[in-house]
């Protein structure tokens, strides 16, 4: 097994127990800091592969810790809140952070967000796999092109654009903003409508339900997500 770290900033102990129960199986070594300046000095000490980050802790914000971290780290940021705003997810996502879980929590959904981090980061300095693969999808990223169960499907040019933008962020939870401006170039309009309308045009290309997708998975209020392989 590859040597993976993962940092898990919370000021509650039985938080930090659960989180540390749950994925001790897929992880070489699991540090923990109560506080965000013990997580900023654990970071620069350690330099884990994933930080499972809580905002309400007791010295910083965890905002302020989200976007220190991500000034000088490519670490993949969770973050890990009873604070449920469609705002904060936003900004915190925007800022950098990879991924957020809501308080309380699935330990399987946490330990499975978990291992998508790992397996992205497993590519980055690295080149990225030509083909990826989820459900009985396949997009092959020099080709442009993308297949469902063998058969090409046809996308236009918008559409590969957006495709390609989830893809290359597979399992990390993209805003509207950000897919809006990946695809578009453009900071005015409305995001929202723009990507519902591509975003289900895409999903009757590629989904086996559309009513329950598998591979652009919705994350309210928020964005969009292409799930990864094995998710």
Known sequence: MAQTAVL???????IRRAVRHAIERDV???????TGREAIDLMAAQRPDVVVLDLGLP?????????EIRGWSDAAIIVLSARHSDREKVELLELGADDYVTKPFSPDELRARIRVQLRARGTR?????????VDDVVVDLVKRSAARGGERVHLTPTEWDLLRALVMHRGRTMTHTQL????????FGDPQHHLRVHVANLRRKLERDTLHPRVIITEPGVGYRFADEGE
């Open 28 to 34: 070489s070594r699991v540090f923990e800091a109560a």
């Open 59 to 67: 010295d910083l914000d965890g905002v302020s810790v989200c976007r």
């Open 180 to 187: 809006y401006s990946a695809v578009w170039k453009q900071s």
């Open 125 to 133: 300095g690295g080149t990225p796999p030509n083909e990826i693969r």
């Open 8 to 14: 898990i900033v919370d000021d509650e102990p039985q």
